[in-house]
């Protein structure tokens, strides 16, 4: 079990390097009867896919799914379904760079120290290509949760922040623009700004925020498998990821108790929402929201030093197609993984009580 | 399965209501032949005690540790570690106010949805206490991980925030002061502070921060298993706990490429360290550090109007023996939870090569 | 995760040695609401109890188990149940004699080969004296499937076996006799034949027949984890287990398809029962019936040859109380074990459907 | 996790339908640097295939098998191994007789019980199909286990039981006869019988021996997770499988203590091995052996009467292309599953000291 699965009921467990055969996954634990559409998956998907805007990587990767099994005239039957998007870009001699060296802020010098050789093409499993096979997975979940709205925008790049709050926006605005931004004035600043780190070679990191509406109360085991702390780990594990904070977050630390705590309304709905719809790990119908930090993606198409696998220092240059700013396409990404983490504890949730 | 369990190989199942007879736990995977100081364990419990200070609650409990199994002449024997803190100071009449109330920003309105009724007493097992078993593991973690030295402090009450970074710290003030904040300037204000709010019957919130040292290369697993969400989801676990962030965390995402890349020395080392000792999800041998954000306890001695089982409005007082500020006394809780993560995955590290 | 935890949503973890101070478990996923009568757990434990019969070891324990969590107002309410049975007649000079050397056919040489030394008092670990804490955790998922009728009882002794099918006995004689055989006449001759057996110092194996009636259609899922093959492994998992078949068992293999096959009724009932109540790992509603063979007691009070730790040989004599045969007292493990895992899979079934 | 995974740390997901577009799996945890032979995947592949010779199923299948994942010049990296078998040979008419009514003895009955609907396409994911996948992963857990020896073999069909201890067959005759006995004359016995039960439409059953050897001491977790627990799940998740048996079994249950107990030589092997090298759950190191009990294949050429699924009883005809014995095609995926046991708890056993 070397961490390649996800979720204790409904369990996505994924395989793949960036540039193998191909990527793919499969979902245990799907409810039998659901009546599955593989277009509303497979366009999941096209919002990941590279070369989809100028601000994003130019590789061009088809990013077909096709599914295997557990489904039967439409229906997915309970067992597992298994799927697999096969590569058909891969330039692997793009990477002979890198084959010796190590870059920096990168993966490849620990998976080196770990398993004592790495397959370096496009990074192997350290890619965020095996965010797909996520997709594809939170595309069935999504699908599982027909009740439950999920919506993940970008709410920051670099230093230009969208201060509103998610109830002030408008959500149909957010697959207007490439940002995936709800605000378009910010959304145009946002895209200038990236545009003009990419012509720098560099890159810029951001923040998506994620709001999950119409979860039913109930959601989230109290002690370690709290709702939130799932929420946590799930999104900890999409890379490029450095911080979680739900509801109130880090802001909230500043805040008295006497004003955090949030009121009740006769009805069991609360007047503010500083909880971010979870209490003591566990849902309480309010909407679940939450921001995701992401770095700088680490390849920069400028010069740098690095070392080799022997320990010598050279002189290197990043190429290649790459993301100037990964928020963009890790929009879907944190939507899936929210569709994920909700789709098991649904189904947690139906062994509470007798 | 209902989330009391934590951890693969190096496991941990707790049990136990703030006011039932006991509350302890199981540690599974712990292996053979470690020479087990059990006074270093209680010691670990006792930074965590309430009464401690006159900035923690003045609940007097003894929180004494009794190991029933594992142990044979002094060293771990390879079978489960099983142990109990029986309950000595339960006054459940304290707490017949919100038997039929529901506390604002508590778990008492989702447990009664969630399981149809629940064990008001001192907040039944959604109560901190139940932390205490956690700290009891990880200071077995923590004996097993010997070389490994891992420091948590407050650097954050309300809007008093150390702006030192850990490496300026002198880590033997942590214990000088009943705040747990290394900065003795910093943490007389922060003393002072939580008295005030204390005297106003309010709470505040606070950040701990996080160090562990001296980690080798190689812990963490690619995918959902990465070192950081682990922690990630290891904190989030953590009664009030909003936020995590390592290394660079929010702040990172304002940053460039360029200037967020941990440039490496020959020795595999890098000349900074945004990455936070972990890349691609792999400790890289650099010091790990993170963040905590806690909110403040949702338990204020003041008068609040709520709602009761049956949907009525009621108007109510906050009483008891409660926390003004829970950061002093989560020190241990956010160290035992590193502990518990670090020692599980560097089982499963053993397990990458042939 | 050393393999002391049996079950994914209706858990049991154990822990205890055979002479440590305490030995006990925890049930997390134990759903709320259930009324727990307690009395009956420890009726379950007293049927296991040494000292019961003239057959049975003489030790004198009370075994008397203490719930410490997860119970409120006599109801389950959905946390961890955490249970402990102290030792009190621990008489670890007893086992002096073992302490260097391994007794044949007993764990003692491959727990020092794993673990580099052992808690040989009494077998520490690797005494079935564990067995008391699956039968707490089996008494609540008995009374959490309160409409399925688990019934144990031996049908075999050495050459003596019982070749009635168990729709032919009486279940209101099992308890009837020390031996808990259902038939009177065999039972009186198993008693006196095992009598004969301990008056040689000597010990023998016997067989346990199990049946659970009125299990709901469903149970069960259908690749690794077949009903069948976790009975399976909880039944091989109990001390002195040699070998499990259920249905036709190792008989059927005699048998031609066109006579093995269940033929069915209008109702889905089947006019026969060779498979067992088990149909592709998934109950079929048919009653569930098996075999579980266990060994000789491995401790016979006979002079006998064998190593130090150093590797030499050496002469010796068994000593201490210890059982003649096991499966008198086995009886109530076998009932144990099967309600944890229809308990589990119960659970695990409502998740099969949207 | 609907069952569909097996094994902690060497863990095989499987997916895949009998007439669906693929089957296959993902083998998460296999160590890194093993150099993997895809051939000798392929060969044990083709001892399972269909159509081998003129007593199993005459269906043509080549059975390829595709890896997609987890191999990078010729070697394991530690990431997961995902691989798919692409069905060819799907003739789902031949199936069209079994969609409204349900085959006596087979699954049908209970998956539309359990899921609300199936598909019905050669039986689905209750189809023996499935341990295709689990062959592939077991022949990779074989290269990862270079050491030992793991020999499967026929040793009852019906009637015909081969009386020989395993130690006095020739395990390279097994190979050279469609029966996969390693008893020549006893083979074309039984090869005969198989035939003759052909020829009347039938079907019989069969037992298949396993030995597994130089296996190293200290594999097996004590209590639940018992070595021999473990196989025992292991094989009677195989399809058809009624019994498991190890070291002594059933015969074991007739004997006296002083004559089952395995004496000790002065290295610590046993003089006898009755205990089938595992001791308190633990290989001792002496060789591990069992038997498993297959049932008649229920599919039958004959006519028969069964029920629809609106309940009315109708007369039918099996029909297709069948196995009259399971056992022959059955031993790769005994040894496949031996294997998948005996890796994973390779891997667990790493974990056990300091």
Redesign the interface.
Known sequence: ?????????F?L?????SH???????V??C????TLDVEAIQKELNRRKPGQSAIVTQRKEPDTV?????L?EG????????F?IHNTNQKSKDYSHIKDS?R????D???D???????YRGG???SAR?TASRVVAGAIAKQ?LSEIKITAYVS?V??LKMDKNYAELDFNEIENNPVRCPDPKMAAEMERYIKS?KK?G??????ISCVAQNVP??L???????L???L???M??I?AV?????????A???????A?????????S?KTN???GV??????GMDIYF?V????????L?G????TKD???VQTQGKGRHDPCVVPRAVPIVEAMTALVLADYS????????
């Open positions: 079990m070397a961490g390649n699965s996800f979720g204790t009921l369990r467990t994924t395989f793949g390097e193998g055969r191909a990527l793919g996954g499969i245990d634990g409810p039998a009867g659901i096709e599914i295997y099994s557990g039967f229906k997915t039957t309970g067992t597992p379904i298994g697999a190590y920096p802020s990168h993966a010098y620990v998976y120290k770990k398993y004592g050789f790495r397959d192997g499993r350290s095996e599982m920051q670099g230093d780190i720098e560099d890159t810029i990191g951001g923040v109360i109930g989230g085991e109290p002690v370690f498998d709290k939130h702390a799932e946590g780990k799930a900890l594990s890379n450095k911080g979680f904070e739900y509801g109130s977050g880090f909230g630390v500043r805040m008295k108790g006497s955090h705590n949030d009121q009740y309304n006769a009805d069991g609360t500083l909880s971010g209490q003591g790990g566990i849902s309480n921001n930090a992401f770095k700088p993606v680490a390849t920069v400028q740098y030093e690095t070392i320990g010598e220092m189904l947690l949730a139906r062994t509470n009580r007798i």
